[in-house]
């Protein structure tokens, strides 16, 4: 084997290529890259040695954390680095006069609009930002490296509290679930697969898909806004969530929801139907594997404007379509397209994966994702209870926003990452009111 291919320790898998090629657009549009973060907010500062202990080990337990992404002809491989790793990076507010929250949003700000080439960046980072009374533990990443599963399995390591139940957390397996899923079908169920899933898409592309919020280029950037619903509040939205769309409806539930705030919000924006694509998670249920393996695909969420204005009707729609999805299989029919793009380059395959066949321009209205129910230990984090937590990731422009959903602690946290000056932070506010209001059915 050649020094150069010594240097290799795996290449991207289908799944991987997909977020790489998204990782491409964001940056053709003038923005830092495909970004994911979780932050926690603690109640105090945290035990900094312990902490940093529990990093180094997950950096020696999974060198992929510290790999560089190389280009080799059209494919793209994680490689070995000399560089040691930058386990954990604090910031503190030094100027007593100045506002914390604003501090640690701007803070936030910096290192998720931070832009380098992807081939200089540590897949994932650690940092602590720290002031009086407000301390944010905060985990970035980029998505060929994991996504919000993987990384939530990231923080349940770095939550447990003893190094023997951390090196229960399993390696990657040797195949990617993605061509563990294809291996059940013969290849002519493969084909039928793949004409399946571009007839879906050909069905979708017939209608424009709506865009909410003007382009304005080239001065953009990533900003965001949380909000933390009540206990009681959440608990209505459950059970409307049930009532309306099933057990197992919840996204469905957030996803109409939102069709039908931005309805209000900007009922002149042009375009035919909202077409939202949604997370699809392949995960083995319980996998304790936090580096790899967490593949997914773009499902898509679409309703004609006219049934959006609807609430009944909507619904029905939405459950109707999920319904066909799962009863068509159009679930593992975007398997084989998600292998076949990832022989294309990245321009290739970005354009395919965001422009319509249809009308050649953006396909998704929004972005979306519902990661459900958080699950950290209690008093796992080291010298310190987690109050509070949240996620942002980076979004294309168009769509320009990307709205992300979890619950921790029986509170609903919403998650709006929108790109600036497009969409603006009053326009945010205005929208949260609308979608609170759809939420709880007033």
């Known amino acids: ?7 290799i320790i795996e290449g ?30 603690l109640d105090q500062f945290p035990n900094i040695e312990e902490l940093n ?10 060198p992929l954390a510290n790999a560089r992404l190389e280009q080799r002809g059209r494919r793209f491989y994680w490689c070995k680095t000399d560089q040691a790793p930058t386990f954990l990076s604090q910031h503190k507010l030094t100027d007593n006069a100045k506002d914390e929250s604003v ?13 380098k080439p992807r081939e200089t960046l540590q897949p994932i980072s650690f940092h602590l930002i720290s002031s009086p009374s407000q301390h944010t533990f905060f985990c970035r990443w980029i998505h060929p490296f994991c996504d919000a599963r993987g990384a939530d399995l990231i923080l349940q390591y ?27 079908f013969c290849w002519w169920q493969k084909l039928g697969l793949l004409l399946k899933g571009k007839r879906y898409i050909d069905r979708l592309d017939n209608l424009k898909s709506i865009q909410p919020f003007p382009i304005k280029k080239p001065a953009q950037q990533l900003d965001f806004a949380i909000h933390r619903l009540t206990e009681k509040q959440t608990k209505t939205i459950q059970a409307l969530s049930r009532k309306t769309c099933g057990l197992t409806g919840t996204s469905l539930y957030y996803i109409g929801c939102l069709m039908r705030a931005l309805e209000r919000l900007n ?39 006219d049934i959006v204005k609807d609430r009944n ?14 009863r068509q299989q159009l679930d593992y029919a975007f398997l084989p397209l998600m292998w076949a793009g990832s022989w294309l380059s990245l321009e290739e395959y970005g354009k395919t994966l965001r422009l319509s ?66 969409v603006s932070p009053a326009q945010i506010d205005t929208l949260h009111q609308l979608l609170v209001a759809e939420l709880l059915d007033q």
Not at 177 to 182: F, M, R, S
Request: some cysteine; proline content about 6%; hydrophobic content about 35%.
């Open 313 to 326: 009707q909507l619904f029905t729609y939405l459950k109707q379509q999920n319904q066909q999805v799962i």
């Open 103 to 115: 501090f640690h949003h701007h803070t936030l700000l910096e290192l998720v609009n931070e832009c």
């Open 12 to 41: 991207l898998n289908p799944a991987d290529s997909f977020t790489l090629a998204m990782d491409q657009e964001i940056r053709n549009d003038g923005l830092a890259g495909s970004y994911g973060c979780f932050a926690l907010e």
């Open 357 to 422: 066949y249809g009308s050649g321009e953006e396909r998704s209205s929004f972005w979306f994702s519902d990661i459900g129910n958080i699950n950290l230990p209690d008093n796992g984090f080291p010298g310190a209870k987690i109050d509070t937590m949240f996620h942002i990731c980076q979004v294309t422009s168009p769509p320009s926003l990307a709205f992300l959903t979890g619950i921790y602690q029986n509170r609903l946290n919403l998650s709006y990452n929108f790109v600036k000056p497009a």
């Open 267 to 305: 009922p002149t924006a042009e375009g035919e139907a909202y077409c939202t694509p949604y997370a699809f998670n392949l995960r083995k249920q319980r996998a304790l594997t936090p580096v790899t393996g967490n593949h997914v695909c773009a499902l898509f969420a679409q309703a004609p404007r």
């Open 53 to 62: 202990h529990r990093i180094r080990c997950f950096f020696q337990q999974f």
């Open 158 to 184: 770095l939550c447990a509290a003893d190094d023997s139940t951390r090196q229960k957390f399993g390696q990657p397996a040797s195949r990617p679930l993605v061509n563990l899923q294809l291996d059940k």
């Open 1 to 7: 084997m050649s020094q150069n291919n010594a240097a």
